[in-house]
């Protein structure tokens, strides 16, 4: 992992995430990742890795996402080649570490992967055009919804204080998916586990991000949760490697 | 709290639901009397016994339909949209368009 | 920690011999000491001991005064469920001293005292309860008009609780969202035995109990026929349930609420559990009854259960000298407890006839040398001479008739033990019933959902084995309901010995004062008269007397309340029935329903830029919008000089909160044409059209512009509030039609900004190079994609403001970055941002209407002067039907717009009256002075006669004064639009 310090100024950037005032001001280094700056290290790496094994709360607002929806987006996406979940609220993992998540019967939801590169993703929104993809339509995710996650051991405890479905392991597996209501407003959950550390995706409406933001912080706060970089993540899922070995 | 089974999320908490009116069938706008159309627009049946109602899944802006019994609040069921109007409707009482194209 | 100073002591109490030696005290840490003060003075308990208990151990027993009469109180179930033992913590008012451990230096009061405990001045009250019929508060302070409000005053000095702590320290309590199989309320015998056999079927199970330990009444109940075995048995139902991997335990937790799909809410700790269960099993037990005779209320009475939750939870002697008054075997078996943990006990009084054949448990007794008198009841109570304790019971014969033949016995300590009732409040919660066995005297608990089942003392099974079996057996229901049974479920009748409820343990005393609900002080006689007074219905009886509405709630007077109703009426008890259990079952603090107020607030992207600029944010549905820029007291200057800036240089507003919907499929068009009026088959791409959508009774819901930017992609606006529900009749209206087409709410995914004023081109053209913005290539109402550094923007050339104009349409994420490129581009031609206020005040003068501000839940657009924005040739469009009916009936007001000349006059609210000869005729919407116009102006709906050009009307404004204003022509300000088209 680099240790290299790392000294990008979120602002720099064009594109920003609507957290970016918080972390700079929590003393969070960033990278940039495609077009955007992620916040990636808050305290030492092993402090930031060792924080989010137990619970930890990660922007990754600024990485890319896209959405697909319409009769035939099952047809185009499968013709681009990607794997599609078999029924709506799962989610597939593809080959490079993309997240496909079904939504509904003809909506899905791409998430880039965390780690290499998103050209794939890119690629495809760039195949994309209203005459080209039959009765499939481009959904501007990125930009419509924040992408937070929830990681740790404790995640599901913290989860349950303010989220109303059934997270358990038994009841909601890995890769699954659920569209409901957590404080007042629409959240679409993906566990989608981080080696053997429990991870779930929150997004919402990106308007409402920084008030998800706090009301996470909040019910946080009993279980010493805090804000980890994207580092910390990568860094549990390369654990799933090493002990599978 | 009373939870209703979303045909696309399944089981949740009532709260996550918007109530939509009750179902019922629309009047030819065109040819029905004016008190007829009245009766649709303004007027609900309120039947105390089995009903069947629009609910919209807020989370997913998904609507479909739920017969409920109004006197002891049991849900028996709730199924898409799709069970109801199976075929697009491009009836004279629906559409913008005569058949000519003329709408404008 | 530090520690609370205490108050001054003033006496030491001296540690009796109260304290019985282990095993006694289940609960107790012995070699724990601690030390708290009750009403000043210093006593010391034990780790484990409740506030009463420890009292209790140092022979304090008055604990309260009560809530009307002032009577001295103690200790009657031990169990938290009466409000004998309420008294005052430094922070907390009513707690409940016989379920409240004692911490160090905890600082315990009395409450509802005047003066000191022992010495209450207002103890006299209870000679005047002759005079305090039941409801004279109804009766006595009605009149004249208003008086109330003194007497309540002093009312409530007499009869006070607690005092709450203003200056409290807040605490964090939190919910959370449990779910289970099955949850078992109740950890006794039937609740452990229900939950070990829904376990070993697979089930999660929580298991919920208020003590600290499971076990419930085997914690303290005798067998003193069957000890060992009973104990045995009692321990394997523990060991069977603890550290179970499917069994949850929470203890020290109430289930306080059932609520529709066994929707749980179980309080324990600082949570609020919300706990979602598949199938509910009640095993909550019964509660004690007290009999009620004269000064029945006296500290020293209890139920026989407090007095060995006393002698065995808290190795506490419940008395010195004790008296047994019984209706049933559990009177025995209390009696042979009490002998052995050291009270005398002389007599039991048994209300029964001696039975024919003989009972062990009467030999048992009769050997230890007490007298039975049977078919006798203690008919008063004698109190000390200081008047707080038990001094003496007097008891007769049944069919004595004679006043002199009572019998005084001298005592310390009466138990009580004539009865139960199954704690029925949360099962009625569920929906079940409570009816009355005529036979076993007792209150049964049936009809209960099919997803809820109880079992035990609650079932009315009361031997130990036919409680296991209760339970399993319950929980043999739920499995099935769960479809996890492997088995038949196999109904058994349970052999019981005798009821244990005595039939009518009710003994009036011409005198009084025979306490029928302790919390209000409600005698016999209040009863009987609340139905002489008509008030004949149990629910009446109760807010007619207040019998039940107490903090115990009715847990000990409903059935002494029912009894006593059904015979004054001539009825039976189970046509009497109960009053209405409702949540919460015990109390529960504020905080536990109180938490997280949830308020999803929206911030655009340059939500932080607005503050920067030192904007005064308000909220305009979800959203926080700047209202204008600058200091709060100078708005009217600042308003005015924001809109004189646009209408001379060029000005920016951040709309991201306008709401964005794409509407994209080969149908595209024709569903536009559907869901608004106006018409768009023929629009072309790269134009965009107003859109106002009528619901289908032919009223205004929302209106935007629908911009086409592909033969089958429109991108429609929508305003701020009205988007979602937009989106949703679009989606409600399409589930019916099934064309082919998508629809997609964006609002959110993009960030927008108006830049408008005669100088908007020429910053436009600074930054965007790939759009020709001149009038001739880009004109009013067009739109063109472009760029702006790598920026994709949709551009819509509108003129909502009246002047020259773009809106620029980003992804969201680069809205601060587009904020910044504009604001640094607009430096050299006078650009400044505005806020709502200026963009309401711009809107005015060109007379265009705000949906939700200028209409209401009726407005139809001819009413509003937009009959140009139905397109009448259309076969449909959504609410047609009804516009062609109001067209025919012909309209009742119209929006004007109104103009009052100079600057000085007052300017009209919304919501003003428009008046006519001392008649409403109508009302402002929209008011606001206009520097530009040098006048106020204004919409008001008026009569349609009035709402002609040259007309005058009346407003009534702020402080009643009639302002003269003038109808004229919309809009106000360049009628023909040419500001917007250059």
Same mark, same amino acid.
Request: with cysteine.
């Given at each position: 992992?680099?240790?290299?310090?790392?000294?990008?100024?979120?602002?720099?950037?064009?594109?920003?995430?609507?957290?970016?005032?918080?972390?700079?001001?929590?003393?969070?280094?960033?990278?940039?990742?495609?077009?955007?700056?992620?916040?990636?290290?808050?305290?030492?790496?092993?402090?930031?890795?060792?924080?989010?094994?137990?619970?930890?709360?990660?922007?990754?607002?600024?990485?890319?996402?896209?959405?697909?929806?319409?009769?035939?987006?099952?047809?185009?996406?499968?013709?681009?080649?990607?794997?599609?979940?078999?029924?709506?609220?799962?989610?597939?993992?593809?080959?490079?570490?993309?997240?496909?998540?079904?939504?509904?019967?003809?909506?899905?939801?791409?998430?880039?992967?965390?780690?290499?590169?998103?050209?794939?993703?890119?690629?495809?929104?760039?195949?994309?055009?209203?005459?080209?993809?039959?009765?499939?339509?481009?959904?501007?995710?990125?930009?419509?919804?924040?992408?937070?996650?929830?990681?740790?051991?404790?995640?599901?405890?913290?989860?349950?204080?303010?989220?109303?479905?059934?997270?358990?392991?038994?009841?909601?597996?890995?890769?699954?998916?659920?569209?409901?209501?957590?404080?007042?407003?629409?959240?679409?959950?993906?566990?989608?586990?981080?080696?053997?550390?429990?991870?779930?995706?929150?997004?919402?409406?990106?308007?409402?991000?920084?008030?998800?933001?706090?009301?996470?912080?909040?019910?946080?706060?009993?279980?010493?949760?805090?804000?980890?970089?994207?580092?910390?993540?990568?860094?549990?899922?390369?654990?799933?490697?090493?002990?599978?070995? | 709290?009373?939870?209703?089974?979303?045909?696309?999320?399944?089981?949740?908490?009532?709260?996550?639901?918007?109530?939509?009116?009750?179902?019922?069938?629309?009047?030819?706008?065109?040819?029905?009397?004016?008190?007829?159309?009245?009766?649709?627009?303004?007027?609900?049946?309120?039947?105390?016994?089995?009903?069947?109602?629009?609910?919209?899944?807020?989370?997913?802006?998904?609507?479909?339909?739920?017969?409920?019994?109004?006197?002891?609040?049991?849900?028996?069921?709730?199924?898409?949209?799709?069970?109801?109007?199976?075929?697009?409707?491009?009836?004279?009482?629906?559409?913008?368009?005569?058949?000519?194209?003329?709408?404008? | 920690?530090?520690?609370?100073?205490?108050?001054?002591?003033?006496?030491?109490?001296?540690?009796?011999?109260?304290?019985?030696?282990?095993?006694?005290?289940?609960?107790?840490?012995?070699?724990?000491?601690?030390?708290?003060?009750?009403?000043?003075?210093?006593?010391?308990?034990?780790?484990?001991?409740?506030?009463?208990?420890?009292?209790?151990?140092?022979?304090?027993?008055?604990?309260?005064?009560?809530?009307?009469?002032?009577?001295?109180?103690?200790?009657?179930?031990?169990?938290?469920?009466?409000?004998?033992?309420?008294?005052?913590?430094?922070?907390?008012?009513?707690?409940?001293?016989?379920?409240?451990?004692?911490?160090?230096?905890?600082?315990?009061?009395?409450?509802?005292?005047?003066?000191?405990?022992?010495?209450?001045?207002?103890?006299?009250?209870?000679?005047?309860?002759?005079?305090?019929?039941?409801?004279?508060?109804?009766?006595?302070?009605?009149?004249?008009?208003?008086?109330?409000?003194?007497?309540?005053?002093?009312?409530?000095?007499?009869?006070?609780?607690?005092?709450?702590?203003?200056?409290?320290?807040?605490?964090?309590?939190?919910?959370?969202?449990?779910?289970?199989?099955?949850?078992?309320?109740?950890?006794?015998?039937?609740?452990?035995?229900?939950?070990?056999?829904?376990?070993?079927?697979?089930?999660?199970?929580?298991?919920?109990?208020?003590?600290?330990?499971?076990?419930?009444?085997?914690?303290?109940?005798?067998?003193?026929?069957?000890?060992?075995?009973?104990?045995?048995?009692?321990?394997?139902?523990?060991?069977?349930?603890?550290?179970?991997?499917?069994?949850?335990?929470?203890?020290?937790?109430?289930?306080?609420?059932?609520?529709?799909?066994?929707?749980?809410?179980?309080?324990?700790?600082?949570?609020?559990?919300?706990?979602?269960?598949?199938?509910?099993?009640?095993?909550?037990?019964?509660?004690?009854?007290?009999?009620?005779?004269?000064?029945?209320?006296?500290?020293?009475?209890?139920?026989?259960?407090?007095?060995?939750?006393?002698?065995?939870?808290?190795?506490?002697?419940?008395?010195?000298?004790?008296?047994?008054?019984?209706?049933?075997?559990?009177?025995?078996?209390?009696?042979?407890?009490?002998?052995?943990?050291?009270?005398?006990?002389?007599?039991?009084?048994?209300?029964?006839?001696?039975?024919?054949?003989?009972?062990?448990?009467?030999?048992?007794?009769?050997?230890?040398?007490?007298?039975?008198?049977?078919?006798?009841?203690?008919?008063?109570?004698?109190?000390?001479?200081?008047?707080?304790?038990?001094?003496?019971?007097?008891?007769?014969?049944?069919?004595?008739?004679?006043?002199?033949?009572?019998?005084?016995?001298?005592?310390?300590?009466?138990?009580?033990?004539?009865?139960?009732?199954?704690?029925?409040?949360?099962?009625?919660?569920?929906?079940?019933?409570?009816?009355?066995?005529?036979?076993?005297?007792?209150?049964?608990?049936?009809?209960?959902?099919?997803?809820?089942?109880?079992?035990?003392?609650?079932?009315?099974?009361?031997?130990?084995?036919?409680?296991?079996?209760?339970?399993?057996?319950?929980?043999?229901?739920?499995?099935?309901?769960?479809?996890?049974? !492997?088995?038949?479920?196999?109904?058994?009748?349970?052999?019981?010995?005798?009821?244990?409820?005595?039939?009518?343990?009710?003994?009036?005393?011409?005198?009084?004062?025979?306490?029928?609900?302790?919390?209000?002080?409600?005698?016999?006689?209040?009863?009987?008269?609340?139905?002489?007074?008509?008030?004949?219905?149990?629910?009446?009886?109760? !807010?007619?007397?207040?019998?039940?509405?107490?903090?115990?709630?009715?847990?000990?007077?409903?059935?002494?309340?029912?009894?006593?109703?059904?015979?004054?009426?001539?009825?039976?008890?189970?046509?009497?029935?109960?009053?209405?259990?409702?949540?919460?079952?015990?109390?529960?603090?504020?905080?536990?329903?109180?938490?997280?107020?949830?308020?999803?607030?929206?911030?655009?992207?340059?939500?932080?830029?607005?503050?920067?600029?030192?904007?005064?944010?308000?909220?305009?549905?979800?959203?926080?919008?700047?209202?204008?820029?600058?200091?709060?007291?100078?708005?009217?200057?600042?308003?005015?000089?924001?809109?004189?800036?646009?209408?001379?240089?060029?000005?920016?507003?951040?709309?991201?909160?306008?709401?964005?919907?794409?509407?994209?499929?080969?149908?595209?068009?024709?569903?536009?044409?559907?869901?608004?009026?106006?018409?768009?088959?023929?629009?072309?791409?790269?134009?965009? !059209?107003?859109?106002?959508?009528?619901?289908?009774?032919?009223?205004?819901?929302?209106?935007?512009?629908?911009?086409?930017?592909?033969?089958?992609?429109?991108?429609?606006?929508?305003?701020?509030?009205?988007?979602?529900?937009?989106?949703?009749?679009?989606?409600?209206?399409?589930?019916?039609?099934?064309?082919?087409?998508?629809?997609?709410?964006?609002?959110?995914?993009?960030?927008?900004?108006?830049?408008?004023?005669?100088?908007?081109?020429?910053?436009?053209?600074?930054?965007?190079?790939?759009?020709?913005?001149?009038?001739?290539?880009?004109?009013?109402?067009?739109? !063109?994609?472009?760029?702006?550094?790598?920026?994709?923007?949709?551009?819509?050339?509108?003129?909502?403001?009246?002047?020259?104009?773009?809106?620029?349409?980003?992804?969201?994420?680069?809205?601060?970055?587009?904020?910044?490129?504009?604001?640094?581009?607009?430096?050299?031609?006078?650009?400044?941002?505005?806020?709502?206020?200026?963009?309401?005040?711009?809107?005015?003068?060109?007379?265009?209407?705000?949906?939700?501000?200028?209409?209401?839940?009726?407005?139809?657009?001819?009413?509003?002067?937009?009959?140009?924005?139905?397109?009448?040739?259309?076969?449909?469009?959504?609410?047609?039907?009804?516009?062609?009916?109001?067209?025919?009936?012909?309209?009742?007001?119209?929006?004007?717009?109104?103009?009052?000349?100079?600057?000085?006059?007052?300017?009209?609210?919304?919501?003003?009256?428009?008046?006519?000869?001392?008649?409403?005729?109508?009302?402002?919407?929209?008011?606001?002075?206009?520097?530009?116009?040098?006048?106020?102006?204004?919409?008001?709906?008026?009569?349609?006669?009035?709402?002609?050009?040259?007309?005058?009307?009346?407003?009534?404004?702020?402080?009643?004064?009639?302002?003269?204003?003038?109808?004229?022509?919309?809009?106000?300000?360049?009628?023909?639009?040419?500001?917007?088209?250059?």
């Amino acid at each position: 992992m680099d240790q290299s310090p790392l000294t990008l100024v979120p602002g720099s950037l064009l594109r920003r995430s609507p957290l970016y005032r918080r972390h700079a001001e929590t003393g969070a280094s960033f990278r940039q990742v495609d077009d955007c700056a992620v916040p990636y290290r808050f305290r030492s790496h092993q402090e930031d890795t060792d924080m989010a094994r137990q619970l930890g709360l990660v922007d990754l607002c600024g990485l890319t996402k896209v959405g697909y929806k319409g009769p035939g987006a099952s047809l185009w996406l499968g013709q681009e080649g990607l794997l599609l979940p078999a029924e709506p609220n799962l989610a597939v993992l593809q080959p490079d570490g993309m997240l496909v998540a079904r939504l509904s019967l003809d909506e899905f939801l791409v998430l880039r992967n965390l780690e290499s590169d998103s050209s794939l993703i890119c690629d495809m929104e760039s195949a994309w055009s209203l005459d080209s993809a039959v009765q499939t339509y481009l959904l501007p995710r990125r930009d419509s919804h924040c992408w937070l996650a929830v990681v740790g051991a404790e995640a599901r405890q913290m989860l349950s204080k303010i989220c109303a479905i059934n997270l358990h392991l038994d009841e909601f597996p890995n890769l699954k998916i659920a569209q409901t209501i957590i404080a007042d407003l629409s959240v679409i959950i993906i566990r989608h586990d981080l080696g053997l550390t429990p991870c779930f995706y929150l997004l919402a409406d990106v308007a409402l991000t920084e008030y998800l933001w706090e009301v996470l912080q909040d019910a946080m706060d009993e279980f010493a949760g805090a804000t980890v970089g994207l580092a910390a993540l990568l860094t549990l899922k390369t654990l799933l490697v090493e002990s599978s070995k | 709290m009373k939870q209703l089974c979303c045909p696309l999320n399944g089981l949740r908490n009532i709260s996550e639901f918007l109530y939509g009116g009750e179902y019922h069938a629309k009047p030819d706008q065109i040819s029905c009397s004016a008190r007829d159309w009245a009766e649709h627009v303004f007027f609900d049946e309120n039947n105390a016994g089995l009903v069947i109602e629009w609910w919209c899944h807020l989370p997913t802006s998904y609507w479909f339909l739920v017969e409920r019994n109004t006197v002891s609040d049991e849900i028996l069921r709730s199924f898409p949209c799709s069970d109801i109007y199976k075929q697009r409707d491009d009836s004279p009482a629906s559409a913008s368009r005569d058949k000519g194209g003329q709408g404008e | 920690m530090t520690r609370l100073p205490l108050r001054p002591v003033t006496r030491v109490v001296k540690v009796s011999d109260n304290r019985l030696p282990p095993p006694y005290g289940l609960r107790l840490q012995r070699q724990e000491t601690v030390r708290f003060s009750f009403d000043g003075k210093r006593f010391t308990g034990f780790s484990g001991d409740t506030v009463a208990s420890a009292l209790a151990a140092s022979d304090q027993w008055l604990l309260s005064r009560s809530f009307k009469y002032h009577r001295p109180r103690g200790v009657l179930t031990m169990a938290g469920q009466d409000a004998n033992t309420l008294v005052q913590l430094s922070a907390n008012p009513n707690v409940q001293a016989d379920v409240h451990p004692i911490t160090a230096d905890l600082q315990v009061s009395a409450q509802n005292v005047s003066g000191s405990l022992d010495r209450d001045r207002f103890a006299w009250l209870g000679y005047l309860s002759r005079f305090l019929p039941v409801a004279f508060y109804y009766k006595a302070f009605f009149r004249p008009k208003g008086i109330w409000q003194l007497w309540a005053r002093l009312i409530r000095k007499y009869a006070g609780l607690g005092r709450i702590d203003a200056g409290f320290e807040p605490d964090r309590y939190d919910k959370q969202y449990c779910f289970y199989d099955v949850v078992v309320v109740g950890g006794g015998p039937a609740g452990l035995s229900a939950a070990a056999t829904a376990a070993a079927a697979g089930a999660k199970v929580l298991l919920v109990d208020e003590n600290p330990e499971l076990g419930g009444s085997l914690n303290y109940t005798e067998f003193p026929l069957d000890n060992l075995r009973c104990m045995a048995l009692g321990q394997q139902l523990i060991d069977n349930v603890v550290d179970h991997a499917l069994i949850d335990i929470k203890t020290n937790a109430v289930c306080n609420g059932w609520f529709a799909d066994n929707w749980l809410g179980v309080v324990g700790g600082r949570r609020l559990f919300k706990v979602r269960a598949k199938q509910v099993i009640m095993c909550m037990g019964s509660l004690e009854q007290a009999a009620v005779f004269r000064n029945n209320d006296l500290p020293g009475i209890m139920m026989s259960s407090a007095a060995l939750r006393l002698i065995h939870l808290y190795a506490v002697r419940p008395g010195r000298k004790g008296v047994v008054l019984c209706g049933n075997w559990d009177g025995y078996r209390c009696a042979l407890a009490l002998v052995e943990a050291g009270v005398e006990v002389q007599t039991l009084v048994d209300l029964r006839a001696k039975p024919k054949v003989s009972h062990p448990l009467l030999e048992k007794v009769e050997a230890l040398g007490i007298r039975i008198r049977f078919q006798q009841f203690v008919s008063q109570a004698l109190a000390s001479s200081q008047g707080h304790h038990l001094a003496a019971v007097e008891v007769r014969q049944f069919d004595s008739a004679d006043a002199c033949s009572g019998a005084l016995l001298g005592c310390d300590l009466l138990v009580m033990a004539v009865g139960y009732t199954p704690a029925y409040q949360l099962a009625c919660q569920a929906g079940a019933l409570v009816s009355y066995d005529e036979t076993a005297e007792t209150f049964v608990v049936n009809n209960l959902p099919h997803d809820c089942h109880i079992a035990g003392s609650m079932n009315s099974v009361w031997k130990l084995d036919n409680v296991i079996a209760d339970g399993a057996a319950a929980a043999q229901r739920a499995l099935s309901g769960l479809d996890m049974l !492997r088995n038949e479920v196999s109904i058994r009748a349970y052999e019981e010995e005798q009821s244990p409820n005595f039939s009518w343990p009710i003994f009036p005393h011409k005198r009084g004062m025979e306490f029928v609900d302790f919390d209000e002080d409600l005698q016999v006689e209040d009863i009987i008269n609340a139905v002489k007074d008509g008030y004949e219905h149990v629910q009446l009886v109760k !807010r007619y007397s207040t019998a039940g509405m107490g903090p115990s709630q009715g847990r000990h007077s409903a059935l002494t309340i029912a009894r006593l109703v059904a015979t004054e009426r001539g009825i039976t008890v189970s046509e009497t029935g109960v009053s209405t259990a409702r949540p919460p079952y015990s109390a529960e603090l504020l905080a536990h329903s109180a938490g997280r107020s949830f308020f999803p607030a929206r911030r655009s992207h340059m939500h932080y830029r607005h503050i920067e600029l030192g904007a005064q944010m308000m909220q305009a549905g979800a959203w926080y919008r700047p209202a204008f820029y600058g200091p709060e007291q100078h708005q009217h200057t600042l308003v005015q000089e924001e809109a004189r800036n646009i209408r001379t240089n060029v000005g920016i507003i951040d709309l991201s909160t306008l709401g964005g919907i794409e509407v994209r499929g080969v149908d595209a068009a024709e569903f536009l044409n559907r869901i608004y009026t106006y018409g768009f088959i023929k629009q072309p791409v790269g134009k965009a !059209r107003y859109a106002l959508q009528v619901n289908e009774a032919g009223a205004i819901i929302d209106d935007g512009v629908a911009c086409r930017l592909h033969r089958d992609h429109f991108y429609v606006t929508a305003t701020t509030g009205g988007v979602d529900g937009v989106v949703r009749s679009m989606l409600k209206w399409n589930a019916q039609w099934r064309l082919s087409v998508d629809i997609a709410n964006v609002t959110s995914a993009f960030c927008a900004i108006n830049i408008a004023g005669p100088n908007a081109r020429s910053v436009l053209k600074t930054l965007c190079q790939d759009v020709d913005l001149e009038d001739a290539a880009f004109p009013y109402m067009g739109v !063109r994609q472009g760029t702006i550094k790598d920026i994709g923007l949709r551009l819509i050339r509108v003129g909502f403001v009246g002047e020259l104009g773009y809106e620029l349409h980003a992804p969201q994420q680069y809205g601060e970055a587009l904020w910044d490129m504009l604001m640094n581009a607009g430096s050299a031609h006078g650009l400044a941002p505005f806020g709502v206020e200026a963009q309401r005040l711009l809107r005015l003068e060109k007379g265009h209407i705000i949906v939700g501000q200028d209409t209401d839940a009726m407005t139809n657009p001819l009413e509003v002067q937009m009959g140009w924005a139905l397109a009448r040739a259309k076969p449909f469009f959504v609410g047609s039907r009804s516009l062609q009916e109001l067209e025919k009936s012909g309209l009742k007001r119209v929006l004007a717009g109104f103009i009052i000349q100079g600057q000085s006059a007052s300017v009209p609210l919304e919501g003003h009256l428009v008046v006519d000869k001392g008649a409403i005729t109508g009302r402002v919407t929209s008011c606001h002075y206009s520097q530009t116009l040098k006048a106020v102006i204004g919409l008001a709906y008026v009569p349609v006669q009035q709402g002609v050009a040259g007309q005058s009307i009346s407003i009534k404004v702020e402080d009643g004064a009639l302002v003269s204003a003038q109808i004229v022509e919309l809009p106000f300000f360049d009628p023909d639009n040419l500001r917007q088209r250059v």
